[in-house]
């Protein structure tokens, strides 16, 4: 019987175990850092777990890849639910669990655990390669005849912060990790808003160029700007040299309505008081980005395994047998389930490669 490691049980490793299940030909071994599996499946959605959305397309990730297209638009992830018992919900696009509670889509993913070896509090080192591989961890060595690297990305440290620790010095190309999906230090910052939320859109401009343009929810910050219209633009700020945002706080009313009705008539006493000492033009805020948040507020981080190093079954080319998947790859998406929709979608092609 073949050994698969799967090396961490979060969304990409637990589908990866789960699809591998439907045949009973493998020993499989989970290792994972934490105490607790699918923390950052718990902390999705805030809560409730955003687990893809309908709107399906390679535009909203980073990379335009025909290969990773076919993946992510092959994989049904209401059938995938469906096989562990978990129905789902539709927000318009955006698909939940039918509890609208992330923990059911994590034991719905840890239900056939008792059927493999799971370890805990066991964290991956590094990987030699003899005759089979070895895997050398905190808690002892492990053999293996395939290996599945389905550790995540230090965003928001819920996943440990040595994801790809175990490839540093295996000749394998890693993009750094740097976060993404994530909330910005700005000039100037309006502290005494602190914890406004206000709707409306937001441009991303470099150097006076039009990047793109978000329309939702923006939360005034001690440190600059959230909420998840400002977290989508942040995606874009790596290859930026000099990015402002402009906020329009008021995009479907005329002049002579805010005329009329006044600051007061649209917005919360605090908002008021400081866009008036300020002499601030609700319909046009002009904010510098100085800086993201760090690693640990994202959600989701850029980089990882690059992409030229695994073939199409996510195999890595310079070592037959070892698999990458998740966010461990340099593969990352918007918001709205864009994220899990990939490591859920690539865990499962990793095992059908697996099982071909
Ligand atoms: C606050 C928050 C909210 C989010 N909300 C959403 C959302 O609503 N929708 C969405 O699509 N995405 C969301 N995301 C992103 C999404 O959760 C991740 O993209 C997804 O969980 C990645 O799955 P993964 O399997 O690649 O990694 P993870 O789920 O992070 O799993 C990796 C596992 O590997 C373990 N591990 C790491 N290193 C080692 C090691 N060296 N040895 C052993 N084990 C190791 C980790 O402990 C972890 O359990 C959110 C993320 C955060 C932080």
Redesign the pocket.
Known sequence: METIVI?????????CMNELLKENKYNIII????KK?????L????G?????NLNMDIMYYNHQDSFIEKLIKEFDVIDFFKQLSLKLRFEKNLVYPYSLSSLSVKNALMKNIDQVSYIDE????SIKNNKSYEII?TNGHYQADKIVI????P??H???Q??L??LEKMNVSLIPFTPS?VQVKTKPVFKALKGQRVKGIVTLYDQNQLIEKQTGEIMFTDYGLSGICVMQLSRYLKRLKNPKLVLNLLPDIEKEELQHYGLEGFFHEKIVHVFKEKNIDPQHIEIKIVDTMPIEK???CHGGVSLKEVDENLQLKKYSGIYV????LDV??D?????????FAS?VHVAKSIKK
């Open positions: 090396i961490g049980a979060g969304a990409s490793g637990l589908a290792l994972e850092q934490a599996a699918a923390r950052k499946v902390a999705s959605g805030n409730r777990c955003n687990v893809s066991c964290e991956v080192l961890t389905a550790t995540g990305s965003a928001s819920l996943s440990g040595n994801n620790k175990m999906l994202a959600q989701v998947c998740g966010e461990a990352d998406g918001c709205g389930g864009y994220n899990l929709h990939f490591a865990g």
